[in-house]
Nanobody, 121 residues
Framework: QVQLVESGGGLAQPGGSLRLSCAASGSIVSIRYTSWYRQAPGKERDLVATITSGGSTSYADFVKGRFTISRHYAKNAVYLQMNSLKPEDTAVYYC???????????????WGRGTQVTVSS
């Protein structure tokens, strides 16, 4: 069994900051990449940022320069530091990772249940 659990969401004021965490647990052999997605009410789920096992990062244009994705290898944790938040950043943020479990040779996609981020004054 593998689980991804997000935390750190909440209410922030415009211009404020939040730090999201995604913790992976279970019989994990390796994690190829971890991504953050977000989904606002009535909208599609959008890719926000990705970090690979090698440490390469990529960002959606709408968060470049404001959000930073990072990883703690020993803890199997990934973080999303969100600065200069805007009301349009309001969404449920999901963690997604490609994980190889013990006894398997293939990486499979796993998703967390999401954490709500609301940006409002």
């Amino acid at each position: 069994q593998v689980q991804l659990v997000e935390s750190g969401g909440g209410l922030a004021q415009p211009g404020g900051s939040l730090r999201l965490s995604c913790a992976a647990s279970g019989s994990i052999v390796s994690i190829r990449y971890t991504s953050w997605y977000r989904q606002a009410p009535g909208k599609e789920r959008d890719l926000v940022a990705t970090i690979t096992s090698g440490g390469s990062t990529s960002y959606a244009d709408f968060v470049k320069g404001r959000f930073t994705i990072s990883r703690h290898y020993a803890k199997n944790a990934v973080y999303l530091q969100m600065n200069s938040l805007k009301p349009e950043d309001t969404a449920v943020y999901y963690c997604n990772a490609a994980i190889r479990r013990t006894g398997y040779t293939t990486h499979y996609d796993y998703w967390g249940r999401g954490t709500q981020v609301t940006v409002s004054s």
